[in-house]
Nanobody
Framework: QVQLVESGGGLVQAGGSLKLSCAAS????????MGWYRQGPGNKRELVAR???????TYADSVKGRFTISRDNAKNTVYLQMTSLEPEDTGVYYC??????????WGQGTQVTVSS
């Protein structure tokens, strides 16, 4: 059974930082592309960042220079370090895994709220 379990969300003031984690089980983690998506109030789910099996990274323009995605294959975990958070970053953040993105497997989501 595949599980992606996110953690690390919460309430933070604008300018603050949070680090999200996504622990995967039931998949051969090292062969999957991993990504973080978010869905803000009234918005469609959008790709925030992704990391390939070769550790290449891609970011949405809105988060470049502020967010960093990384992965630890030994721990089957992908991270999203978020700094200089803005109210526009508010939303539910989802972990996603697949041979390409958007992939087959989704986490349940973790809420990030940035207050102004």
């Amino acid at each position: 059974q595949v599980q992606l379990v996110e953690s690390g969300g919460g309430l933070v003031q604008a300018g603050g930082s949070l680090k999200l984690s996504c622990a995967a089980s039931g998949i051969t983690f090292g062969i999957y592309m991993m990504g973080w998506y978010r869905q803000g109030p009234g918005n469609k789910r959008e790709l925030v960042a992704r990391i390939s099996v070769g550790f290449s990274t891609t970011y949405a323009d809105s988060v470049k220079g502020r967010f960093t995605i990384s992965r630890d294959n030994a721990k089957n975990t992908v991270y999203l370090q978020m700094t200089s958070l803005e109210p526009e970053d508010t939303g539910v953040y989802y972990c996603n895994a697949g041979l390409q993105l958007p992939g087959t497997y989704w986490g349940q989501g973790t809420q990030v709220t940035v207050s102004s």
